[in-house]
């Protein structure tokens, strides 16, 4: 950017969790001024901002005076208003992500559509307009069903399986995609700014947690072959040259148990694939996102040593005021690092947290990460 952004530029966020007060924790270091905006009066951000709005995301009057004095726009959740995004860009506020690159990947469809049209390997699918339409595919059984908008955190996606399921499908427009026997779920972080400079974060290996569809376990670096990380990391970069973004991207992908690498989905900002970079990597997510946004020269994404994710899930079984069992005995384990979100209330499967353990020997990473799950626990 042409202004001197030391102190002076004014950043908005839209979106004010856990991804918005990670990147608070970073943009300090910058000395940025960091304006907020989320429905939640009680956000994580709330109180780490200069200000703090509380207000809709998917409003465009609120979305367009909370940006129209300010420098620059980024996003910690896509579901936001595009349209006001557009008048802002239009009346000269810089928003990275662009609008255009928001509007494509808050539609699946047009996501899949995007990977067809520029030859990036995904699994076949198919739009479907209503739940009628799944009568009579393309795509034989079993399928995946996933809605094309407003899908989050393993929500709006089915598994269909036979014909009875079909009755429980959604009925809004969605996609099916053909049902990939995956032997592993990866992901590559990558950062481009507007010089035009790309670098991936090395790939990683995802474990889910099969009730809530949720990222629960994750290890950097992976320790699949040269071949399989040039080639994720290849795809990543080919999808932020295609779209010429300007930030972050993760791309989750899966490889088959034939060796082919299928690209999942997209999310343009900081996601929960690449958390373990804070203490795992030279740069963290975080710090390379603002670098890419504020168009400085990107950080180094090599891996300091190996490390573990797991997200802290509010337990089943709970709702309410949060309550934190086994912080001090994880603390005492080698490595520990937690990350508390600051959200007041706690239900089955939040994302409250997330620890880093990380090892110089990767088996008592993973080994500590195994004992941090058993004992650290979000109640109520």
Not at 253 to 267: H, P, R, S, Y
Not at 366 to 377: C, H, P, T, W
């Amino acid at each position: 950017m042409a202004k001197d952004f030391y102190g002076e530029l004014q950043l908005g966020i839209l979106g004010g969790g856990q991804l918005g007060r990670m990147l608070i924790q970073e943009a300090i270091n910058y000395n940025v001024n960091v304006h907020v905006l989320d429905p939640d009066k009680n956000a994580p951000c709330r109180k780490l901002c200069n200000k703090f709005e509380c207000g809709s995301l998917g409003d465009f009057e609120t979305v367009y005076n909370f940006g129209k004095d300010l420098d620059m726009i980024t996003i910690e959740i896509e579901k936001v208003n595009v349209d006001a995004l557009e008048k802002l860009e239009e009346e000269g506020v810089v928003v990275y992500p662009q609008s255009r690159i928001i509007r494509l990947i808050q539609d699946k469809g047009l996501q899949k559509q995007f990977f067809k049209q520029n030859d990036i390997p995904t699994s076949a699918f198919q739009l479907i307009s209503n739940r009628d339409n799944l009568v009579n595919t393309s795509l034989r059984l079993p399928y995946i069903q996933k809605l094309r908008k407003d899908g989050y955190d393993g929500k709006g996606v089915k598994k269909i399986v036979t014909e009875a399921d079909i009755q429980n499908a959604f009925e809004e427009p969605s996609l099916i995609e053909e049902w990939v026997d995956f032997e592993k779920e990866i992901a590559v972080i990558v950062a481009r700014n507007d010089r035009g400079d790309v670098s991936t974060f090395p790939m990683v290996e995802m474990e889910f947690n099969p009730q809530a569809n949720l990222v629960e376990f994750l290890i950097a670096p992976s320790l699949y072959g040269v071949d399989v990380q040039q080639r994720a990391e290849a795809i990543a970069k080919k999808i932020a040259e295609d779209l010429q973004i300007v930030g972050l991207l993760a791309v989750e992908m899966f490889l088959t148990k034939n060796g082919d690498i299928l690209v999942n989905e997209l999310a343009p900002r900081p996601h929960n694939s690449g958390h373990q970079t804070i203490e795992g990597n030279y740069v963290s997510q975080f710090g390379q996102h603002l670098r890419a946004i504020f168009n400085l020269p990107l950080g180094d994404t090599r891996c300091r040593t190996n490390a573990v994710m797991i997200n802290l899930l509010g337990e089943e079984g709970y709702e309410g005021l949060a309550k934190y069992d086994g912080v001090e005995e994880a603390l005492a384990i080698e490595g520990v690092y937690i990350h508390l979100y600051g959200k007041k209330y706690t239900k089955p499967f939040r994302k409250m947290g997330h620890v880093c353990i990380i090892n110089d020997d990767r088996e008592k990473a993973i080994s500590n990460a195994r004992k941090v799950q058993e004992i650290l626990k979000v109640k109520a």
